[in-house]
Each structure stands twice: as C-alpha cells, then as structure tokens.
C-alpha cells in the first residue's frame, strides 16, 4: 500500500528553513527599508531554485503536487539543507532518495567498518560501489566466489570479473544466465553513471575484450536488483547452491549493496560450507 503523504509536514519544514536562511547568506542584497518576512521571501526561494513562486507557494501550503526529485534537489541547494536535510525533504515528499546520483555524499565509505561487518556472517559476503568495484569481502567469498585477495585493486570489479575472468566463468555453473542478468542490471543503472570516466572506461574495455558482453549488451535488456540463484562448482568439484540477496543505501550512501549469498535449502550446501571453512581455520 503506498503510504499517505504528509504534504502539510513538507510545507511546514520548508517553511521553517525558508525562514532561518537570511538573505544575506543566500547571496540576496536586501532592499532598503524594514523586512515583515523572517529570513528568505517565497519569491527569492523559487527565484533560487528555478521554480515558479505559485508552485512554491503550494509546496508550502501542504497541497499535493507531486515534486520530482530535481525539483526537490533545487528547493534544497536554494535552502541550503545539509545532507540529513535533504534526506528529510525527500522522505517526507516520499521520494527515493536512492534513486538519485545527485544527493550529496561527503567522503569515501569507511571500509574498516564495512569490513566488521561482512566479517559477521560465515556466509559468503561482499560490497560494491557504484561501479561494481568489490570494496570489502570475507573469507567465505574468497573461498567460493573468487579470490578478491589475489586481484588488483583496478582488476576487483565484479562485472569484468564475470566476462573477463575464465577461472570465475568455469566456477559459476550458470554463468549464462547470472552473465545475462547481470548486464540486464547494468543496462537499468547504465545512464546514471555515463558522466563518470572510469565507469565508462571499464564498459569500453568489457565491449573490447568480451563478445559475449557485447551480445547480451545488445539484447538491451532491463532488470532491477532481485533474488538470484548461483550454482558454484569448487575446485575439489564440491557443488554449493545459494541465493544472491543484496540490500543497498548503506549508511545513507545510494552507491554501496551489500551482496550476501544465502545457501539454498536441502541442497547440503549449509553443511558443504560449514566444512569449507573449519578445514581453512590454521591450526592451532
């Protein structure tokens, strides 16, 4: 069920930052004489953000009218909102955040904390960033997924490592259909990173250096993020069935997804991993 808009809790929080941002500070030169109105006038708001003073003024007024994330991106640089703000604005206008490349993030992810937390599950587990580089990995995803340890930083990137890397395409028995899904899920996200130069850099060398990227490429295909399935043959010719789960926007960051595959139930995959990994603890 879609939840009811709060238009007037909106209005009323735009309104209030609207009324503590002094001209001055917003780059306004005051009119001579004595200002009736605390802080910015409606009009220089939409003057600062490109939008009409009526529609402005029915934001305000708690009437629904449905703005767009950009809309919403240019009330908050004319606000000046910070980025705990702007997240607001968007969550009370009931727009995903997530959505949207534009929405401020200050500084790199803290990788050391993103470690602890892959760390806690013995499942194999990773996250990417924007570009599907591998940021942070356990022990359990070197072992069944790839060795993340042995690659180059520039060489960690899960896309080229499906099409580029022989020894994952023998390890992942369905290799055609992940390898499908997985530009299907490129293509969706594709436009929002084209102004990005090693993004861009990266999809040049997959078209390059894989035939087989450039005909699933071509298929133009469209899919979001969902549950899927990975059958993994080890080196040993042990068989591991999971089920790829992910979860994105960790610590408020749209770019990271957090990657955890879930063994798949009855298929002895649980105890084949649990065996796995005690045989690769050091001995005491």
């Known amino acids: 069920m879609k939840p009811n808009r709060s238009s007037s809790a909106l209005g009323e929080f735009i309104k209030s930052r609207r009324e503590r941002l002094q001209p001055s500070e917003a780059g306004i030169l005051p009119l001579p004489g004595r200002r009736r109105t605390p802080g910015l006038r409606r009009e220089e708001v939409s003057y600062l953000a490109h939008i009409s003073v009526t529609y402005y003024s029915w934001l305000e007024q708690g009437k629904e009218v449905n703005p767009s994330p950009e809309v919403l991106l ?115 996200s594709f436009d929002l990173y084209k102004d990005n130069p090693v993004y861009m850099e990266r999809f040049e060398r997959l078209r ?43 610590d408020n960051d749209p770019g990271l997804h957090w990657c955890f595959f879930v063994p798949v139930p009855g298929s002895g995959t649980e105890e084949r991993l649990l065996r796995v990994l005690e045989q690769d603890r050091p001995l005491p």
């Open 208 to 250: 390059r250096e894989s035939e087989d990227f450039v005909h699933l490429w071509e298929l133009y295909e469209v899919k979001q993020k969902r549950v899927a399935t990975s059958l993994f043959r080890l080196p040993d010719a042990q068989e591991m069935e999971f089920t790829l789960h992910s979860a994105g926007v960790i």
């Open 74 to 188: 240019s009330i908050g640089k004319a606000l000046q909102l910070d980025e705990d703000e702007q997240k607001h604005l968007f969550d009370l206008a009931h727009v995903d955040a997530a959505s949207v490349v534009t929405v401020p993030n200050n500084g790199r992810p803290d990788t050391g904390v993103l470690q602890k937390i892959v760390d806690q599950l013995y499942y194999p587990s990773f996250i990417t960033d924007e570009g599907t580089d591998v940021i942070v990995w356990n022990r359990a995803a070197e072992l069944i997924i790839a060795d993340f340890g042995s690659l180059p930083d520039k060489e960690r990137n899960m896309i080229e490592i499906m099409f580029l890397k022989p020894d994952y395409r023998a390890r992942l028995l369905n290799w055609e259909g992940a390898a499908r899904y997985s530009v299907a899920v490129m293509r969706a």
